[in-house]
Structures are given as structure tokens and as C-alpha cells.
């Protein structure tokens, strides 16, 4: 998690968090989110390149939050589940919408919006979280 | 070639809030106000959408719609009177997330509701001038209003993308416009709610700049209202953009399919573009659609479009207006109050 006052962090972290950008190892087809510049498998015969998720995927777990850390507290209950994206990797999202909606195996895909502010006078860090895919509406 | 809109994209957050909900909190009648601003509810923004998610999912959409490589675009200005940041550009993180490249200008747009379209003016001067193959221009809006009065009924957040460059879905025929120092609705640094004049934001203010910007640009075009398949008009409420249309000399059939202001209220600078984005939605080949704006301070600015072929291929690549409109939860005025950022935590 990113430390409430890291400038420094929150911009390194920008590019992955604002467009899903990972990795992908191309000798043996592995992504990987958040970026790795190394893939463990294939070791020095690794050929590790930018690769940028759809975003879309499903919800393999997920939990409400009714506790929250310290800066989140106006938000509960809040929804954090992991999602398997499309490509084939996993990481952890907020899930925006009611959480009474939310179940294993809904598919997701992706909305920008602000993850966290640093109070009223700091950084607001913006970033992907998920919203479900209203299967029973498909877009038009 | 010509130069016009290539792409489009609308966003609006899906909350609702019924003129009902509000009114039974107040002690008002919700009736009068349904009749008197004809509107129904407006939407709501969540906790975690301002300008810059809104105007970075209507810029995506634009995107999909224009089928343009991002970094092609060589312009993006927002227009807005509720960018998150007092001092920090709201297109420097869309830009980043739409991925449109480093060498890009960029710049924030403040001119009450209207500076959604004066960005879209500032991108087709541009292209016309050969500095940029395409441009961004956004109208995108968290408006607020004071608890309790007659703006709390409809402000609303949502808004607009749209790509100005050549081989359009639109040509953008011609647009001018009329500005003069008249204040009928400000806020001032610092302050959370906007001041307005009452009935002074009307007849000296709203109209007679509507009307003056528009009939400057039938001039100049040589057109009539009857020339146009569709009109557009900035929207504080469904009353003044019927009452504009008939002083002017457009029909009520002409205005319909703009007025999305009844379902979703007031989206400041991201009104007038919304409107317009509904109309591209269902316009085709060869209709005329003429559009003024209002902000105020006070101007407006006015257009003339021309609907192209290009309309058939490119409507169906995102999501339509209707489609954010309908998409909807109704919220109570509690949860309004939660999402808006009005307790003290």
C-alpha cells in the first residue's frame, strides 16, 4: 500500500495503476501485474516487455469492508476482491457499487476512479477499480 | 477536407436523486419545483468520480468512437468549474490515462457552464490552423449547489468528449461568439457553494446571450432555424432551453432530443455537450444540428454542425448517452448527503 504523504511513490506507480500496464514474459507467455522486470521462470532466457490489461475480468473472492485503514473511513462499506483479469494473472481491486450485488464469479470490468486523498490539502491518487458487468443490460 | 468532430463519448455517474427526495427535506413542494424547473431527478456522482474520472471516461469513449491512435491527438483542454485542483491540471492525469503522449498541450478551461465548448472551439481553430492533427476538448462537471436552495434541485455531474479533426462524423460549419461583463451567477476562491442573481440569471443574462450568440451565428451563416434538424441549448433547467428555442424560432420537436436535462439536471459544463452527444446519437448523414452554449459571467458560444456519412460507422464503437442515462440507481437524500461529501467525518 501506497504510504499516505509518497509523492515519489504514487508517481512511480502511475502508469500501472492508471492503465493497467504490467508485463509480459515472451519466452514463456507469463504476465505479469504489477510489472515485474525479471521473469522468474525463465530466468536470464526471459524476454520480459510492456504489456497493457483490458481490464475486464471476473471476481474470485471478495470482502466488504466495514473496518477501513486509517483515510478511508468515509467510504465504508467498501468492496476489495481479487479479480482474475482476462489475460490470465490476478490482483486485488476495489469493486465499486453496492456490496450487497457483489458475488464470486461476476464478471468485472474497468472504471477510473480516485482510489485515496491525502486529506483536504494533499495528493488525490486516481487509479482502475472494477464495477460488475450488468449482464441482463448489454450495452447499446 | 473538412473539420469537425471525429469522435464523441459521454459519461454520466449512475446515482440518482429525485426532485421528491429533496423537496420532502425542505418542506417544499416538489411539484412546483418538477413544473417550474421541469426536472424529475438529477444524477449524483459517487465518492470516488470528480471531473477528471468523468472526463477521462467520456475521453475514452470519444476514442473508441474516433478510432484514432491517442497520440495523434495534440491538444486536450477541459472545461470546467469543479476541477479537483485549485492548481494542477486536470488534463495532465487524463492525458497520462488515455495515453495521448508527452507532446500534447494541455490546459485547464474555467468560464461557468460554457467552458466545455469554448475548449472546442479553442481545437478547431487549431486544427483549421495546421498546429494539431487532433484535439480533446472536454465539458465535464461536479456542480454543486447549497443545501436548500433552488440550485440544489439540479446540479448534477456528468459530461462530454469530443475529437475535433478532419474526416468528421460532423463538420463543425462555423461557431462564434458573444460575451459581455454580466454577473448573475459566480463563487469565489475558497468557497464551496456558488452565488447566483435569482431571476437576474435570466432575461439579462441567459437569453439575451443565448439569443444574441445565436442570432449572430444565423447571420453569418446565412441559415434560418428551419434550416436545422436538431437544437441544442445549455440546460439549467428543461424551462429556459424550450423558452430559448421559441425566441428564437425553433420548434419543441427540434429541441427534444437535447433536453437531457429533465432525467439527470444541470451538468454545468458538461450540459450543453451532453445534449449534444444525445442528438449524435440518433442524427443522420446530412442533418444540420445548431447548439449555443451559456456560461456565466457571461457568454455563449455557437455552432453549426453538419452530420456526415461517417455517423453510421462510428456511433456504435461506445456506449451512447441514453445508455449512461438509463443506467441508473435512485438514491435518498441521506446517501446523497454521504456521496456529495457533506458530513464531517
Not at chain 1, 509518497?6 to 509480459?24: D, M, N
Not at chain 1, 494473472?89 to 464469479?105: A, C, F, H, K
Not at chain 2, 469565489?188 to 447566483?196: A, C, G, L, T, V
Request: some cysteine; proline content about 5%; overall charge positive.
Amino acid at each position: 500500500m501506497v504510504h499516505k504523504s509518497s509523492v515519489p511513490l504514487y508517481w512511480r506507480l502511475q502508469k500501472s495503476r492508471y492503465t493497467l500496464t504490467g508485463t509480459k514474459c515472451h519466452t514463456c507467455n507469463t504476465v505479469y501485474f504489477p510489472p515485474k522486470e525479471f521473469c522468474p521462470a525463465c530466468r536470464r532466457k526471459g524476454d520480459i516487455r510492456e504489456f497493457r490489461f483490458s481490464g475486464r475480468g471476473k471476481i474470485i473472492s471478495y470482502t466488504v469492508i466495514r473496518v477501513p485503514p486509517e483515510g478511508f473511513e468515509k467510504y465504508t462499506p467498501y468492496t476489495v476482491a481479487i479479480i482474475e483479469l482476462d489475460e490470465g494473472t490476478r490482483l486485488s481491486g476495489q469493486v465499486v457499487g453496492n456490496p450487497e450485488s457483489i458475488d464470486i464469479g461476476r464478471k468485472v470490468s474497468p472504471v477510473f476512479r480516485k482510489f485515496h486523498e491525502d486529506g483536504p490539502a494533499g495528493l488525490i491518487q486516481y487509479g482502475i477499480k472494477f464495477e460488475l458487468v450488468a449482464e441482463e443490460t448489454p450495452l447499446k | 477536407m473538412t473539420i469537425g468532430i471525429v469522435g464523441y463519448g459521454a459519461y454520466i455517474p449512475r446515482h440518482r436523486i429525485s426532485v421528491e427526495e429533496i423537496a420532502k427535506i425542505w418542506g417544499e413542494n416538489a411539484e412546483n419545483y418538477k413544473r417550474g424547473l421541469m426536472v424529475s431527478e438529477k444524477s449524483v456522482p459517487d465518492m470516488d468520480e470528480d471531473t477528471i474520472t468523468i472526463s477521462t471516461e467520456a475521453g475514452r469513449n470519444a476514442l473508441l468512437r474516433a478510432g484514432i491512435d491517442p497520440a495523434a491527438i495534440g491538444a486536450i483542454y477541459i472545461g470546467s468549474e469543479s476541477h479537483p485542483y485549485a492548481v494542477k491540471p486536470s488534463g495532465t492525469v487524463v492525458s497520462e490515462v488515455l495515453c495521448l503522449g508527452n507532446d500534447i498541450m494541455v490546459a485547464d478551461f474555467e468560464f461557468a457552464c460554457k467552458a466545455g465548448t469554448a475548449a472546442m472551439q479553442c481545437c478547431y481553430g487549431m486544427v483549421k490552423a495546421g498546429m494539431i492533427e487532433y484535439g480533446m476538448a472536454i465539458g465535464a462537471d461536479t456542480s454543486q449547489g447549497r443545501p436548500g436552495d433552488a440550485l440544489e434541485y439540479t446540479a448534477a455531474a456528468g459530461g462530454a468528449a469530443f475529437i475535433i479533426g478532419r474526416d468528421p462524423l460532423a463538420t463543425l460549419d462555423d461557431t462564434c461568439s458573444f460575451t459581455t461583463d454580466t454577473s448573475d451567477f459566480w463563487r469565489r476562491n475558497m468557497e464551496d457553494y456558488p452565488k447566483h442573481g435569482a431571476r437576474f440569471t435570466g432575461k439579462p443574462a441567459y437569453f439575451k446571450h443565448v439569443t444574441s450568440a445565436a442570432r449572430m451565428l444565423l447571420e453569418r451563416t446565412g441559415t434560418k432555424p428551419g434550416d436545422y434538424d436538431y437544437v441544442v441549448f445549455h440546460m439549467p433547467n428543461g424551462k429556459f432551453p424550450a423558452n430559448a428555442a421559441k425566441m428564437l424560432g425553433f420548434s419543441g420537436q427540434q429541441l427534444q432530443q437535447s433536453l437531457v436535462v429533465t432525467r439527470i439536471g444541470n451538468c454545468y459544463s458538461g450540459s450543453s455537450p451532453l445534449g449534444l452527444s444525445n442528438v449524435l446519437d440518433v442524427a443522420k448523414p446530412g442533418q444540420k444540428i445548431f447548439m449555443v452554449s451559456y456560461g456565466s459571467g457571461a457568454g455563449s458560444d455557437a455552432f453549426s454542425f453538419t452530420v456526415t456519412d461517417k455517423i453510421l460507422e462510428r456511433r456504435d464503437l461506445a456506449p451512447t448517452t441514453e445508455h449512461y442515462i438509463s443506467k441508473k440507481t435512485n438514491i435518498d437524500y441521506g446517501m446523497y448527503v454521504k456521496l456529495r461529501g457533506k458530513l464531517k467525518m
